[in-house]
């Protein structure tokens, strides 16, 4: 039992440095001269105008479910004083919720896309095509994707938060009668919780390609490899959002000492 | 004497457990042609694959071009493989170009071409295969025997040194085979490069090649002139390559 | 004028395409229910699949709600701590982890480790014929296949989410004592004061919810592919996107109906 633990944490410690070289491998190619920037508008725009309508579905309506439970739980404290709601509502969605539900839905829909894209690639002998010509398969397929990701994620994530916060509005006030005024009210944001949302966004969008495209990269067989890569990277960049969620709050709190 | 163009020195390579190659050696003079055969299964494409640096074998050695790929990164491989021209058994078109860019790909990593010389270089060659205006067609419009065309296409646009085909008439019919194996021939007469290919169908291959290799259970048991390896001292490469059904070759894979 | 017929286009057709996928799915809702009754179901199959699911995601859901129920101590603490109310940090993190957080993110990750999955292994079964050999054999793919799946799918999450949200609570106490000093006592007993079990049934009511989306939508874009490794990718794509939207609809409609 204790091997097979040892054997499972060492195997799991190889996937971890494998995964930490393509991302050195990506990052490195961002240095090479590479002249291709039309991929790069091309991999901005897969990216941004495939998830905008879902993004903006599913965070509008995760909006309004938080905004209605937070409306709810409150109202058993403190009565009918909803004068918190707004000002809280937007700084927990901009030092967190918004990056990080925006964050999970693109590693939902664009992590599964890479993995889709590069591991087909796999299976069909292309990436060793690539190879033949002497073409580096990290730098050529995953450095646009990285920066395309990072570049994207951050706009969604601001488009993510403002949809939540609107959508939140709307159910303070036709559910809970709040005033808008007293709702869109920013007061409270400081530039740290800019700094997380920022933070954030990078992180994920810069996590997502990397682990998909690592998974479709290791893709083996026919279709069967292909459903196995895409499977591998939604969990596999869904839970590295998780995971860097919390290991950037964590270290956020540690900074401020206590007091986001 | 210049050292020949892929030489495979007691090359081993097991995936899990089974052993592919087990001990194969194998030389390939500069301007030679030579088939290799063998049974399915037998590792014929991994041994093209060890020969091209695109998997690494677990003992033993490989000279491509007279460099050993021993210890080489990906990155140093890459100079060497621009002078190796592959076509891959299962075409391995990139389907994100048209046929032109995949025809050109190699000819741009290459660089040093201006635009005009290179689209008239990729006409030329989507002529000699008999595709001449294909050029903006997407690789999913195409029938199996034009992705194949493309891909010796793709393969020889760079005049490359050392070519490799992999299965280049599996699956077509006998008169496009027969035109595929003219092609071959042509192009190798005029660039005097190496060729190394696999092919299960010994007959057309035979025609083509100098001499050919029988790769059977991992090793290299028999290396003769194409023409006479229908009568091969060896009764096992006879019986494989008359299709008799009565001899010593067995049904399971080796390892 | 090209470019405002081009968005209509590109809206109409994505619409169109949208409301095709849902009338399928519902389609297989339809013979999936048709297949229930009677219900003679291929018992082997399921207790395959119920194995072969559970044991898949259990790793997964277990890390992902404490880290979850984690992140939301770390959320709501400082605030909780700040106005000197940690009785009520347990109630804070634990509603929300309770009736919203856990359902929904063990739903996305089920939905990405066996539902992706579901869909690969369906896909691959379409594009390889195997299906179609079923029919030749006169078996029905419906309730030979896929009722089995559906309800592993519904029973596995349901019994996750339960899991899940109880790991949470314990992620949430870890967090709480190791970050912010808050007692496991005072956590537990504001756990215990607060939370009502009407709020875990809301949770599981959901997770039932989504077990059902998340099962239907996977074996419809797996019976549904084409192409071959391509469509795989694609169908799996699909198969992720569809149910998170779904995860995120019924969410909302849950939450307000049952208020």
Known sequence: MITRLGRSASFLGGEIRDLWMVYIGALAGLFRKSRRRGDLVRQMFQIGNRSVVFLVVTLGFIGMVMTYEACLQLSSVTGNDFSMIGPQFIRLAISDFGPTLTGMMLATRVGAGIAAEIGSMKVTEQIDALRMSGVLPIDYLITPRLVASIVMTLALAVVGTVVMYASGGLTAKYSFGVNPNIYFDISLVRLRHVALFVTKSVAYGAAIPVVAGFCGLRARGSSEGVGWATTAAVIGSSFAVIMLDFVISAAALFVTGGDL | MTAPAVRLHDVHKRYGDRRVLDGVSLDVARGARVGLIGPAASGKSVLLKLACGLERADAGSVELLGEPLAGKAESELGALRKRVGMLFQNYALFDFLTVAGNVAFPLERRGGMAAADLAAQVAARLRAVGLAGSEDKQTSELSGGMKKRVGIARATVADAELVVYDEPTAGLDPVTTQKIYDLLAADQARTGATVLAVSSDVAALAQFVDDIAFLYRGRIIYRGPARTIADAPDPLVRQFVRGELAGPLEDKPAG | ?259
Request: hydrophobic share 55%.
């Open chain 3, 1 to 259: 004028m090209g470019f405002p017929r081009r968005v209509a286009e590109h809206v109409g057709g994505g619409a169109l395409a949208v409301a095709r996928e849902t009338g399928g799915i519902v389609v297989l809702a339809g013979q999936v229910l048709r297949a229930l009754v009677p219900p003679k179901i291929d018992r082997r199959e399921l207790v395959k699949a119920l194995y072969k699911m559970g044991n898949r995601s259990v790793a997964i859901v277990v890390l992902t709600a404490f880290f979850a129920g984690g992140l939301m101590t770390l959320q709501t603490g400082p605030f909780v701590k700040r106005l000197g109310a940690t009785s009520i940090a347990g109630w804070g993190a634990g509603y929300a982890v309770l009736r919203e957080i856990g359902p929904i993110l063990i739903a996305l990750m089920f939905s990405g480790r066996v539902g992706a999955n579901n869909t690969a292994e369906l896909a691959t079964m379409t594009v390889t014929e195997q299906l179609d050999g079923l029919r030749a054999l006169s078996i029905d793919p419906v309730r030979f296949l896929i009722v089995p799946r559906v309800i592993a799918m519904i029973v596995t999450l349901v019994a996750l989410t339960a899991i899940g949200d109880l790991i949470a609570l314990q992620g949430a106490s870890v967090v709480g004592h190791a970050m912010l000093d808050i007692e496991w006592s005072t956590m537990f007993h504001s756990f215990a004061d607060n939370l009502k079990p009407y709020d875990f049934l809301h949770g599981i009511y959901k997770s039932m919810a989504f077990g059902v989306a998340i099962a239907i939508s996977s074996c419809y874009f797996g019976v549904t592919v084409r192409g071959g490794a391509v469509g795989v990718g694609r169908a799996v794509n699909n198969a992720v996107v569809a149910s998170a939207v779904s995860i995120m609809l019924l969410d909302f409609f849950i939450t307000y109906l049952t208020g």
